[in-house]
C-alpha cells in the first residue's frame, strides 16, 4: 500500500474540514486516508480559534452566554457552515420517512425541511447551554470544552471513513472518503484523542479527567449510533452524513463536559 506524505494527508484535511488557506494537492485515495486520519488535527485547529475567540470576548467583559454564542459561531464560520447543513439534511433525509433513493434525493435539495430545522435548532441551542454553564464555571474550562467538542467533531469523522463502511453515492465527499482508513488506524486515533483529552481534563482534577474521557467515549458512541442508523436507512453515508456525525458528536462533548 503506498505511503501518503504527510503533508499530502495535512492538506487534505485542512482543505476539505475548514476555510483555512490550504491547497489540497491531491484528491486520490491515499491522500483521502492520511487526510481522514488528519481530520482531528484540523479540529484541533478549529476548537482553539473558537476558544480564543470566546476568551477574548471574557477578558472584555462579555458574560458566559455570549462568549458561548461566538464560540459556537466560530467553526460554523471556519467550515462555511457545511456540519451544520449536514446535520439539517440528514435529519430530513431521515425524517422523511421515505426509501433510500427518495430520501437522499431530499438530503441534496437545498432547502432545509422541518425536521432540519428543529434539529438545527435544538443542537445549536444544547451546545450553546452546555457552553455557556462551562463558561461560568471557569473560562479555562470553557475553553477546554471548546477545544476538546471540536476535536472529538472530527474524530467521529476518522471512524466514520473507516474500512467497511459503504458509500451511499458514487460521487461526493462521501464516496471520496468511505473506507479509506484502516479499522487500526482510526482506534489508534480514538486512542490518542482520549489520551489528550484526558490529559486536559487532569489539569482540573481526578473529576475533570473522568468526565473529559467520557465526553470523548459517549460522543463517538452517539456518531457511532447515527452512522449505523444511517447507514442502514441511506445504504451508506454521504457528505451530509459526515456533518450530522460532526454535529453529534460535537454536542454529545459539550453536553457531558457541562455536567457536575
Do not use: N
Amino acid at each position: 500500500m503506498p505511503r501518503t506524505p504527510p503533508l499530502d494527508g495535512l492538506r487534505f484535511a485542512f482543505g476539505t474540514l475548514t476555510v483555512f488557506p490550504v491547497r489540497v494537492t491531491r484528491w486520490d485515495r491515499e491522500a483521502a486516508r492520511g487526510g481522514m486520519l488528519c481530520a482531528p488535527l484540523a479540529g484541533l485547529a478549529v476548537g482553539a480559534a473558537a476558544a480564543a475567540v470566546g476568551l477574548v470576548l471574557l477578558f472584555l467583559g462579555a458574560g458566559g452566554l455570549l462568549a458561548a454564542v461566538v464560540t459556537v459561531a466560530v467553526p460554523a464560520v471556519l467550515t462555511r457552515g457545511l456540519h451544520l447543513d449536514g446535520l439539517a439534511d440528514t435529519a430530513d433525509g431521515l425524517g422523511s420517512g421515505k426509501p433510500a433513493e427518495d430520501a437522499l434525493r431530499i438530503m441534496k435539495q437545498s432547502d432545509i425541511g422541518p425536521f432540519g430545522v428543529i434539529t438545527l435548532v435544538l443542537a445549536l441551542l444544547a451546545q450553546i447551554a452546555a457552553l455557556a454553564q462551562a463558561y461560568d464555571t471557569s473560562w479555562a474550562r470553557g475553553a477546554c470544552a471548546a477545544v476538546v467538542s471540536a476535536t472529538v467533531a472530527r474524530l467521529a469523522l476518522t471512524l466514520a471513513a473507516r474500512s467497511g463502511v459503504p458509500a451511499a453515492r458514487p460521487e461526493g465527499l462521501g464516496a471520496a472518503v468511505a473506507g479509506v482508513v484502516p479499522v487500526r488506524g482510526a482506534l489508534v486515533a480514538a486512542v490518542a484523542v482520549a489520551g489528550v483529552a484526558a490529559a486536559a481534563g487532569a489539569v482540573f482534577g481526578p473529576g475533570d479527567l473522568v468526565r473529559a474521557v467520557l465526553a470523548v467515549v459517549l460522543s463517538l458512541a452517539a456518531a457511532e449510533a447515527l452512522l449505523r442508523h444511517c447507514t442502514r436507512r441511506f445504504g451508506g453515508i454521504t457528505g451530509d452524513v459526515f456533518g450530522g456525525l460532526a454535529e453529534t458528536a460535537a454536542t454529545t462533548a459539550l453536553v457531558v463536559l457541562s455536567l457536575g
